[in-house]
């Protein structure tokens, strides 16, 4: 978003358009990525997916100063790319790493180091840009994905990949057989359409959000890391409260009440940013929603 910033001040639609370059991926490759990650050695696959990452990363200040944006979409859709391959491969390996007894503990750590992820490091992320600038920061960020392919290393376990000579056709076969299974119960269709109408949503408003913030409060990444942090505070107070008070009562209910709080949210988010020009109720909106 930094470098954004820096090639295109305050373009709604540049900042879109990287934005779909991050969403493109998962759209177009996720189906193969995890009939493949099933075949692959897991482990190999994380280490793998680390390195190029790091590699992508370094190289992405010099790609942003490229003439034409193609090269720099195209760096941002591979880092993305390799993600897809990652996650299911590292989803896949818990179970195999963690005794049978230990499976819930194991689940329970991973979630709440990813909670502390998108939450404590996105802060410090988002200051450090400010800090030392996006290019630098990109290089701290490679050296992170070094440091995580060096951490999977010792892991032990990990899969082994699929016995070989498997017929092409028979990957293709697979995920087609997923989309039929998708399309034929009502249900399903219904909740994928209602899904995909509530992503869309989201991306425009993340995106319309970001300008705003930086355009109001006069910063790239600082107030949209604070922003980021609450975000996920209220998303950790929701869950639990959800645990508390939410589990027996009817899901359709507390969708519906989620969704209410969510617009109210929104629009208070709004209303702190665009009018009252507050960074503290600005984060109070985000816990909100």
Same mark, same amino acid.
């Given at each position: ?43 190999r696959t994380m280490i793998t997916c680390?390195?190029?990452? %790091?590699?992508?990363?370094? *190289? ?39 005794? %049978? ?11 709440? /180091? ?11 992320? !988002? ?7 996006? !290019? #630098?920061?990109? *290089?701290?960020?490679?050296? /992170? ?14 899969? #082994? ?5 498997? %017929? ?13 299974? *998708? ?10 359409? $209602? ?16 300008? *705003? ?23 950790? $107070? ?38 009252? #020009? ?12």
């Amino acid at each position: 978003m930094a470098l954004v910033a820096a090639r295109a001040p305050g373009s709604a639609l540049t900042l879109a358009k990287v934005l779909v370059m991050t969403s493109l991926p998962a759209l177009l490759m996720n189906p193969f990525a995890g009939a493949y990650v099933d075949r692959w050695n897991r482990k190999r696959t994380m280490i793998t997916c680390d390195l190029i990452r %790091a590699g992508i990363l370094a *190289l992405l200040p010099w790609v942003a100063r490229a003439p034409g944006a193609a090269p720099f979409y195209g760096a941002v859709f591979l880092i993305f790319a390799v993600a897809t391959f990652f996650v299911p491969a590292r989803l896949a390996v818990i179970p195999e790493i963690a005794a %049978a007894g230990e499976l819930p503990r194991a689940n329970a750590l991973f979630t709440s /180091s990813g909670m502390i992820g998108s939450t404590v490091i996105l802060l410090a992320g !988002a200051l450090l840009v400010e800090w030392i600038g996006p !290019a #630098k920061s990109c *290089l701290v960020t490679a050296a /992170s994905y070094l440091a995580s392919a060096a951490w999977i290393v010792p892991i032990r376990g990990g899969g #082994k990949p699929a016995a070989r000579g498997e %017929a092409p056709g028979k990957i293709l076969r697979e995920v087609a057989e997923g989309f039929q299974e *998708l399309w034929r119960h009502p249900q399903t269709r219904r909740a994928a359409g $209602l899904l995909g109408f509530l992503m869309a949503g989201s991306g425009g408003a993340f995106v319309a959000a970001a300008i *705003l913030v930086q355009r109001e409060l006069g910063s790239v990444t600082k107030d949209l890391g604070f922003l980021s942090l609450w975000l996920g505070v209220g998303m950790l $107070l929701g869950s639990l409260a959800y645990g508390r008070w939410g589990a027996h009562r009817s899901r359709r209910q507390v969708l519906g009440f989620s969704f209410i709080g969510c617009g109210a949210g929104f629009v208070s988010f709004v209303a702190a940013v665009a009018g009252l #020009k507050s960074g503290v109720y600005a984060c109070a909106s985000g816990v909100l929603m």
